[in-house]
């Protein structure tokens, strides 16, 4: 009895087979393509502010001064900030400084200061600095370039 009913059993099994790799394989469909591209026609939310002047941080070792960090920031404020940032940029360049000075003396610029994790840490504390200056009006710090220069 199992003679017969083994190759009806193959034949489902191979069906089975084939629809569920079909079912895997299939392309992408059109729509999910869309859901993946970013929206071009969405309004921007969001500004960005690039400050005015680089950030010039001394690394200070046993009294003195070992190497240079250079730093340009921009501000990601709330659509319509950046008067009010540039407004406010004094105050901002200071506490914002006061932060990478502190990031100095941690030694945060020693080694490899480019790391991923290093970078976060200093990021989500010159975020809170600024958000503490200008309030919700700024969404994120964004350090567009950095560079050590030892000496």
């Known amino acids: 009895m199992f003679a017969k009913l083994f190759p009806i059993l193959l034949v489902f099994v191979g069906l ?5 790799a079909g079912i895997f394989l299939r392309p992408v469909e059109e729509h999910a393509e869309r859901a993946q591209k ?3 026609d969405a309004p921007a939310t969001t500004e960005f502010v690039k400050l005015n002047n680089q950030f ?3 690394v200070v070792e046993e009294g003195r001064v070992v190497s240079l960090v250079i730093l340009s920031l921009s501000v990601e404020g709330a659509l319509g900030s950046t008067e009010a940032i540039y407004a406010r ?3 901002l360049r200071d506490v914002l400084l006061q932060v990478m000075f502190d990031h100095a003396n941690a030694g945060g610029f020693k080694g490899v200061f480019t790391d991923g994790a290093n970078l976060i840490f200093l990021r989500q504390a010159l975020l809170e600095a600024a958000q503490k200056t200008m309030g919700e009006l700024v969404k994120d710090v964004l350090i567009s370039d950095i560079s050590r220069q030892d000496s």
């Open 16 to 20: 089975g087979a084939g629809l569920g």
């Open 38 to 40: 970013p929206q071009e």
């Open 89 to 91: 940029e004094p105050k």
């Open 56 to 58: 010039i941080v001394p």
